[in-house]
């Protein structure tokens, strides 16, 4: 069984600091692209960033870059969203996705929902300010 765990939301304050993970199983891990969505009432899905599991590769949303940084730890199977300086329009569900190819990091499709195969049933953050 596919599974992607969100956890590590909650609500914090403008300038504060949160630890998204998204714990993966029940698919191989490695030399996929799993991305972080969010989405905000009345707002369409939108991608944060996106690693190549197993491998290094990263991208980021320019809404985030320079504040949130993706990692992953390979011995868990876990990938993790550090989100620094938060901003109240940070506040949002957060999801993990994968899509079954690392090549889906290295091009514009990455920012596309339709591209995933897995889905995380999210975890909210919000920011107040």
């Known amino acids: 069984q596919v599974q992607l765990r969100e956890s590590g939301g909650g609500s914090g304050q403008a300038g504060g600091s949160l630890r998204l993970s998204c714990a993966a199983s029940?698919?191989?891990?490695?030399?996929?692209?799993l991305a972080w969505f969010r989405q905000a009432p009345g707002k369409e899905r939108e991608g944060v960033a996106t690693i190549v599991t197993g491998g290094g590769t990263t991208s980021y949303a320019d809404s985030v870059k320079g504040r949130f940084t993706i990692s992953q730890d390979n011995a868990k199977n876990t990938v993790y969203l550090q989100m620094n300086s938060l901003q109240p329009e940070d506040t949002a569900m957060y999801y993990c996705?994968?899509?079954?190819?690392?090549?889906?990091?290295?091009?514009?499709?990455?920012?596309?929902?339709?591209?995933?195969?897995?889905w995380g049933q999210g975890t909210q953050v919000t920011v107040s300010s």
């Open positions: 029940g698919y191989a891990y490695s030399r996929n692209c």
């Open positions: 996705a994968v899509a079954l190819s690392p090549s889906t990091c290295e091009n514009s499709w990455r920012w596309a929902t339709w591209r995933y195969n897995y």
